[in-house]
């Protein structure tokens, strides 16, 4: 079932890259606005704030299909059927 998860949240690396710059997209807009918020216009602070709810949620869920593309790299490429005795004897 794991795998499972793995591979579905890391088969369109593309696609979690795409969300992951989004959510920086926004988290760099949220903190500017929260910025200009507490120099000049504090009620733009709250629009800072509840735009950076959003940008964590898309930057958290690129950065997880990106990290579910890499460890399904290595699941495929390290099998959990070989023994480790098996891994120390050369050919």
Same mark, same amino acid.
């Given at each position: 079932?794991? =795998?499972? *998860?793995? &591979?579905?949240?890391?088969?369109?690396? =593309?696609?979690? #890259? =795409?969300?992951?710059?989004?959510?920086?997209?926004?988290?760099? $807009? !949220? *903190? +500017?606005?929260? +910025? &200009? +918020? @507490? @120099? &000049?216009? %504090?009620?733009?602070?709250?629009?800072? /704030?509840? /735009? #950076?709810? %959003?940008? /964590?949620?898309? !930057? #958290?869920?690129? &950065?997880?299909?990106?990290?579910?593309?890499?460890? !399904?790299?290595? $699941? *495929?490429?390290?099998? %959990?059927?070989?023994? !480790?005795?098996?891994?120390? =004897?050369?050919?």
């Amino acid at each position: 079932m794991f =795998k499972q *998860v793995i &591979y579905r949240l890391g088969q369109q690396p =593309k696609l979690s #890259l =795409k969300r992951f710059f989004i959510g920086l997209g926004l988290f760099c $807009i !949220a *903190v +500017g606005t929260i +910025g &200009y +918020g @507490y @120099y &000049y216009q %504090p009620i733009v602070q709250l629009i800072g /704030l509840i /735009l #950076l709810v %959003p940008a /964590l949620f898309f !930057a #958290l869920w690129g &950065y997880l299909g990106i990290f579910a593309n890499r460890f !399904a790299q290595i $699941i *495929v490429t390290i099998s %959990p059927d070989d023994e !480790a005795v098996d891994n120390d =004897k050369t050919s």
